[in-house]
């Protein structure tokens, strides 16, 4: 032996104690260079078992590592672990590594500080040392390169033994990877991810700990899960291995049936309201494979979530046609109701879902069932403007007419919601143009309410009667003044609309566009009246010059009087247009008012039933808007300058 080989490997004393201290770690700091300077592996082993250091059956086992490098590693590996026969382990290492001349090398930095060495330690390690900077190292390998070019070669000897059944070698090879991979991927982890469900079932018959962890804590049930190796996760189970969370988690994003119901079934049992959970859940999800295989395990398919929708209910609301189809097949009620009554066929709608609208009309949910306020399907595909929708509902015999409580038409609805191309498709369907809901309003009514000029025309060209009155007596040309839309006006005029109604307060069209202020309409409104409506009296006598003044819309008041509208018609409060624009505080209008000049002039001493003059009802105001046109009315009664 050589020199260093003295102080590496002592003799030991009779009670197997090393000599020297420093030996332990310089043996553990020269592993590297142990493992590699063993040329002969096969050599050392028989001397070792000669020796008694290893058995027959670790020999064995040491045959089935590919290289030598593996086969060195675990030969070192497993000679460090006895620390009592370190001195024979060292002289046999150290006789073949001087029989293949390698000379044992090691970073300056790893070898024990020299100061602390024997002088012939000192010198082999300036040796040592200077050999270190000679020799060229290769590139380390990665942690993650060495694990699978270790781990290939003992998997496969896992392999050959157990297709051996070579049971006691399995067995070894298991003892040795519990000590050394604890918590790290390991043979169960890796065949479970690969399915194959024969090694595994070898693997936990001799030993293997079915619920190990690998690095990221995932036990090999979870990679047979994940993978959906049905096999597998059947052997795993049979094994009793644990069903976490997690396990659960994994099983969901997979959607396989079968894999769930084993885990259902090998659970223990979990608790209704568990499984009723995991059903909404799977429902959220659209996994159709989850639900069934829920539903064979006994969860009831119509239980109640906490805002009492069945999953049914539920699938029909979200969109999830794959869910809702094998709760059909799997008997839930397709008639069951939400809270306020909606159904599966109403939900599906209204949420477009087209395939699970069509499922439930095959599997004869009745077309025309009402929902809440008596709405059928059709109604919540006319206000959610779906044609495509319409048509299949009509063509499965929707009526195309029904009324909800508040006797409202899909064509109603289609109508106030401005919906032409539903109003178009339920016209073609025979749809009533003229019906009426509880309050006497027609289709035109909305439509002419929402200024919808394409809508209002279609039902006008479909015979819609433009002089029906609704409760109030307001013709849709009343709605249509009071809405702003000059445009709607325009066409129901066209289509024979009467200028003049009077709804129940006595209003007629042209009193509702003086409030609203809309120009263009009230020259409509006088051009089909030919002003005989410039001086139309409401019930509370007030004309449009009242109500334009009131509103302080100086303009009209301006077109009125050049129609030749009177300047001080009196309202049942004895009031003139002039009063009504001071107690508002209108300036504008009042200047209008008072400065007008083609004949008649505002009356500025007249008095209302409260005997007080426009100037008294300004200054009755607290604003200084009030404040101004009382400044302006004293000006021209020439009080103050």
Sequence with gaps: MSAASSVLFPPITPQGQFMNPYAIDVLKTMKGELIE??????????????HGIFSTDKKMVMSYYRTRTEKNSRLVDILLSKDGRRQLVGYLLERDKEDNQAPILEPPEKIPRKENLPKKVKKETQ?????????????PETPRQKVVQSSDGVFDAVMKAAQNNHHHLVKLF????????????NFLHLEAAKDNSRLVEILLKNGANVDSTDEKKQTALYHAVSGGHQATVKVLLEAGATIDPSIIDVAFSTNNEYIFGLLLQYSKGLSPDTMI??????VKLNLFGIIKALIDKGTDVNARNDIQYTPLLLAAELGKPEAAQALIEKGAHIEDRTPNLSTALHLSVQGGDVSTMKLLLRKGINVNITGPGDQTPLHVAAYHNRPDLCDILLSASANVNAVTKEAVTPLHLASQRNNVDVAQNLIEHKANVNAKDKQARTPLHMAAEVGGLALVQLLLNNKADPNISDKEKKSPLHIAAAGGSAEVVAALLNSQARYGPKDMDGCTPIHYATISGNMD???SLLKAGKNKNL?????????????????????????????????DPLDNNRDTPLHCACKSGHLSSVQTLVGWSQGQKANLQATNSLKKTPLQVAEAGTTDSHQQVATLLKKKMLIIK
């Design 521 to 523: 309409i009230v020259k």
């Design 174 to 185: 298991l003892q040795e990877e519990e000590k050394l991979y604890k918590n790290r991927s």
């Design 127 to 139: 040796k040592t040392s200077v050999q270190v900077k000679e020799k060229k190292r290769p590139k």
């Design 535 to 567: 001086e139309d009296k409401n019930v509370w006598r007030k004309t449009p010059l009242h109500l334009a003044a009131e509103h302080g819309h100086s303009d009209i008041i301006q077109l009125l009087l050049t129609n030749g509208a009177a300047i």
């Design 277 to 282: 959970s995991a059903m909404f859940k799977a």
């Design 37 to 50: 300077g063993i040329k002969n592996p096969e050599e050392l082993i028989n001397l070792l078992v000669e």
